[in-house]
DNA sequence: TAGATTGTTAATCGATTAACAATC
DNA sequence: TAGATTGTTAATCGATTAACAATC
C-alpha cells in the first residue's frame, strides 16, 4: 500500500477508471470486473488490475469489483472526495464559457474567485462573485487558502500570471494559454489545448 | 525516413515542438538548437532529436535548426500546412463557447458545418452558418467531404451519436463528451475532458 | 582550427502484458 | 465442487537517455 511513488501515468488513469465507474454505476449495475472496464476503455484487464494493486485490494477473487466501493476508494485516493475552491485567472470570452460551463461544479471544483485586469471587467458581478483585480490575487488566495488555479489569459501574460500564482500559493494550475508553463518541480500543471489534439489526429488523416 | 510505423507519443509531441517553434519565431529568433527547445518544454534534448529523425534530417551540426524551416517541416508531417473543414455536432452551452473560441479557425481548422437535435436551435444562424438537424449528417458531411468532427453532446447521446459520424465517414474526432468511446481502430479520437486534468493533479494536493 | 550541435547507436529504464496460484 | 476473477510475479516490450562519431 505504498501510496507513495506511484508512476504518475497511473494517477492519470484513475479518473478514467472513476468515470467509467461512475457511468456504471449511473446505469444501475452494481458489480464489474476488471475486464468488463478494460473492454469498455480499451485497456488490459491486467494493466487495471496492476493499477489498482499500487493503492490497496478492492475486489473480491471469482466475483470481482463491488462498483460503488471501488467508486469510493478511488475517489479517496485522487482526493475528489470532497470540495474543491478553485480560481479563475483570465476573464476574456474563454474564461467566461469556463465559468459559464456546469462541469468543474457538478465535480466538486468551485469557481469562487474570478481575477482580470480589464478595468471594464473588474467590479462585474456574475453568479454571486466579484470579478477583480490581479493585485488582489494575493489576499483572496490566502484568506480562501485556494491551491487549485485555472489560468485563461492570453499565452502572452500566461507565464507572469503563472508565476504570480505560484508565489501566492498556487499548487496546481489547469492552463488553458497555449503555451509550456515553466515551473517549480512541486508545482502541477496540466494543459487544456484542443488544437494540439486536432494537429495530432491530422497526421493520420489522408 | 520511414513515415510509417512512428510511435503515437512522438506524433503527440510534435504539436507541442510547432507550438514551442510558433513562439520563438513570434520572438524574432531564427535559429534554435534541441537543447534550447528541451529546456523551455521541459524535455531532453535527445528526446527532441530522437523524434525528429523518424522524419528526416532537419538540422545542421554546430548550429542546430533554422526555427521557420523546422516550423514549416513539422506542420508538413502533421498535415497541418493547409485548412480542414469541422463539423461541430451539439449546439448547446458547451457548442457555443467552441464555436465562439478563435482558436480553431486561427489554427486552421474551420467549423462549417453545425448540427442539433434542438428544434429551438434548427435552422438559427450564427456566423454565417446554419445549425442543422443531425438528419442532415449525411448530406453534408459527404458535400463537403469533412473527416473532423467536434463532438459536444451530452454523454448519454455521445456515443450514438459518433456511431453515426463514423457511418458518415467521419475519420476523426474531438471529444468533449465525458465518456470513453468505443470506435474501430482506424478512426481518430482525442479526448477533451479538462475536469480529469483537475482530478489528476488534485491526487498531488495536501 | 576550436567549439558546438546534430543524428544515431547502444544501454538503461520503466511500463505493459502474460500467466498463474490463491481463493471467493 | 466448478467456474471465475483477483492480485502478483516474471517476461516482454517499448520508450528514454547517455554517449559519441560526424561535421558544420
Redesign the pocket.
Known amino acids: 500500500m505504498a501510496t507513495n511513488d506511484v508512476?504518475?501515468?497511473?494517477i492519470g488513469r484513475l479518473p478514467i477508471y472513476l468515470r467509467a465507474l461512475t457511468l456504471l454505476q449511473e446505469a444501475g449495475q452494481e458489480i464489474t470486473?476488471?475486464?468488463e472496464l478494460g473492454d469498455r476503455l480499451g485497456?488490459?484487464?491486467?494493466?487495471i488490475?496492476?493499477d489498482?494493486?499500487h493503492f490497496g485490494?478492492?475486489?473480491?477473487?471469482?466475483?470481482?469489483?463491488e462498483i460503488s466501493y471501488l467508486r469510493e476508494q478511488i475517489a479517496k485516493i485522487l482526493h475528489v472526495d470532497r470540495d474543491w475552491t478553485v480560481a479563475l485567472v483570465g476573464f476574456g470570452d474563454l474564461g467566461q464559457a469556463i465559468l459559464h460551463y456546469g462541469g468543474f461544479h457538478r465535480q466538486g471544483f468551485h469557481i469562487e474567485a474570478i481575477f482580470d485586469n480589464d478595468p471594464e471587467k473588474i467590479g462585474q458581478q456574475i453568479e454571486g462573485k466579484t470579478v477583480r483585480s490581479l493585485d488582489n490575487l494575493a489576499k483572496v488566495i490566502s484568506a480562501q487558502n485556494i491551491r487549485i488555479a485555472i489560468l485563461a489569459v492570453p499565452a502572452g501574460a500566461a507565464q507572469e500570471v503563472a508565476n504570480t500564482l505560484i508565489e501566492m500559493g498556487i499548487k496546481a494550475i489547469l492552463n488553458y494559454a497555449p503555451i509550456t508553463l515553466s515551473v517549480p518541480g512541486n508545482i502541477q500543471v496540466q494543459y487544456v489545448d484542443p488544437v494540439m489534439h486536432l494537429q495530432r489526429m491530422a497526421y493520420y488523416l489522408e
Open positions: 508512476p504518475d501515468i497511473v470486473s476488471s475486464h485497456i488490459g484487464s491486467a494493466q488490475r496492476k489498482l494493486s485490494e478492492f475486489g473480491k477473487q471469482g466475483t470481482g469489483y
